[in-house]
């Protein structure tokens, strides 16, 4: 199983400031199967980028995401008030589809 | 409009059994793969199993053997038979469609999220 763990577990942040979220897996993954998920309160997921570094329809260019082989990033250039939730990336490139714990972004 | 709908979630003994439901509409099950996702109170994101658009099942570790995913394609309905559950499978459980019509049929980044059934396994 491909274990991800994403840091910070919390970033405090204030809107306005550019947000930088890691996860780093423990097996190799292609850039072509690492997706990243956003998750407000009492909310369903909501796929933000695929394939490293594809965004999903609707998502902003704030938005961006890079890495390769162990280490990816995402960054939100700039947060806005709507951006201070959870976010998960998630490796789908072999059974199991794993997920990494989370990092939530605060307002500071 | 693409959505999925769950339902069928409940409170449930250790041990019992419960029935998921989801249901597609502005889609084909026949195109695109489904995954379900549960997450326990407070806690991150865990895949459950998934069909492939050809009807190829794929399930954690956690769940095979217990958890069996059928589909109705006449029906448009995707069923999740879950079994000897236990306290552990307490979570909100999402049923989520495939991104993409991939090559092998199940692709595994999700655009389309249901609003969650909530499964509660307590005596």
């Known amino acids: 199983e491909n274990v991800l763990t994403q840091s910070p577990g919390t970033l405090s942040l204030s809107p306005g400031e550019r947000a930088t979220l890691s996860c780093r897996a423990s097996q190799s993954v292609s850039s072509n199967f690492l997706a990243w998920y956003q998750q407000k309160p009492g909310q369903a997921p909501r796929l933000l980028m695929y394939a490293t570094s594809s965004r999903a329809t609707g998502i902003p260019d704030r938005f961006s995401g890079s890495g390769s082989g162990t280490d990816f990033i995402l960054t939100i250039s700039r947060l806005e008030p709507e951006d201070f939730a959870v976010y998960y990336c998630?490796?789908?490139?072999?059974?199991?589809?794993?997920f990494g714990g989370g990092t939530r972004v605060e307002i500071k | 409009e693409v959505q999925v709908l769950e339902s069928g979630g409940g409170l449930v003994q250790p041990g019992g059994s419960l029935r998921l439901s989801c249901a597609a509409s502005?889609?084909?099950?026949?195109?695109?793969?489904i995954n379900w996702v549960r997450q326990a109170p407070g806690k991150g994101l865990e895949w459950v199993s998934s069909i492939s658009s050809s009807g190829r099942t794929y399930y954690a570790g956690s769940v095979e053997g217990r958890f069996t995913i059928s589909r109705d394609i006449s029906k448009a309905t995707l069923h999740m038979e879950m079994n000897s559950l236990r306290a552990e499978d307490t979570a909100v459980y999402y049923c989520?469609?495939?991104?993409?019509?991939?090559?092998?049929?199940?692709?595994?980044?999700?655009?389309?999220w249901g609003q969650g059934t909530i499964v509660t396994v307590s005596s």
């Open positions: 502005g889609f084909s099950f026949t195109n695109y793969a």
């Open positions: 989520a469609k495939d991104l993409l019509t991939y090559s092998t049929g199940w692709y595994g980044a999700s655009d389309i």
């Open positions: 998630q490796q789908y490139q072999r059974s199991p589809l794993t």
